[in-house]
């Protein structure tokens, strides 16, 4: 099965502030990746598709990069809405794999 | 509406089987595959099966091949997950979610999930 390591597990931010979470494939997976940002109590929420497609409503500051093994979700301008756990997912293959999440706080 | 909306969940011993479904809406279902992904508390998010529109072919992860079967009737709009010597370590909140092919295979739209509890 593919590994997705993802770092870090956790970061501390405040509004305003630029965030960056990686996303690293244990074998090529061409753009197969989405990126999902998930809230206590929730539903998980797809926000980037195709590694840098963001999907539709979710606001331009979210922003997503990369190709073959190693991925970026970047959020430009931290929000109050935007504390959360992210996952990378990889969708080129069977078993799926997420990442093992990043927690942002204040 | 657009929703998936998931049932069957509850407290079960060790080694019994228990049934959860997964019902959608205001979608076309059966153009789609479908997922269940499971998340155990405190825990980070782990996809557990998968399978096509057609129910041509279906996965799993290691950690359930062999005991858990996902199947789906279209006619019905409904997903289901037959789970058979339940472990505690199943123990998590069950979703399902939508493969969308054009959006890249992506999950974008989730139930809110149905507890699973295995416990003597």
């Known amino acids: 099965a593919i590994q997705m390591t993802q770092s870090p597990s956790s970061l501390s931010a405040s509004v305003g502030d630029r965030v960056t979470i990686t996303c690293r494939a244990s074998?090529?997976?061409?753009?197969?990746l989405g990126w999902y940002q998930q809230k206590p109590g929730k539903a998980p929420k797809l926000l980037i598709y195709?590694?840098?497609s963001l999907h539709s409503g979710v606001p331009p500051r979210f922003s997503g990069s990369g190709s073959g093994t190693d991925f970026t979700l970047t959020i430009s301008s931290l929000q109050a809405e935007d504390f959360a756990t992210y996952y990378c997912l990889q969708d080129y293959t069977y078993p799926r794999t997420f990442g093992q999440g990043t927690k942002v706080e204040i | 509406e657009v929703q998936l909306v998931e049932s069957g969940g509850g407290l079960v011993q060790p080694g019994r089987s228990l049934r959860l479904s997964c019902e959608a809406s205001?979608?076309?279902?059966?153009?789609?595959?479908m997922e269940w992904v499971r998340q155990a508390p405190g825990k980070g998010l782990e996809w557990v099966s998968g399978?096509?529109?057609?129910?041509?072919?279906?996965a799993y992860a290691d950690s359930v091949k062999g005991r858990f079967t996902i199947s789906r009737d279209n006619a019905k709009n409904s997903l289901y997950l037959q789970m058979n010597s339940l472990r505690p370590e199943d123990t998590a909140l069950y979703y399902c979610?939508?493969?969308?092919?054009?959006?890249?295979?992506?999950?974008?739209?989730w139930g809110q999930g149905t507890m699973v509890t295995v416990s003597s």
């Open positions: 074998q090529g997976i061409r753009n197969d």
């Open positions: 195709a590694a840098s």
């Open positions: 205001g979608f076309i279902f059966d153009d789609d595959a």
């Open positions: 399978i096509s529109w057609n129910r041509g072919s279906t």
């Open positions: 979610a939508r493969q969308h092919k054009v959006l890249h295979d992506a999950f974008d739209i």
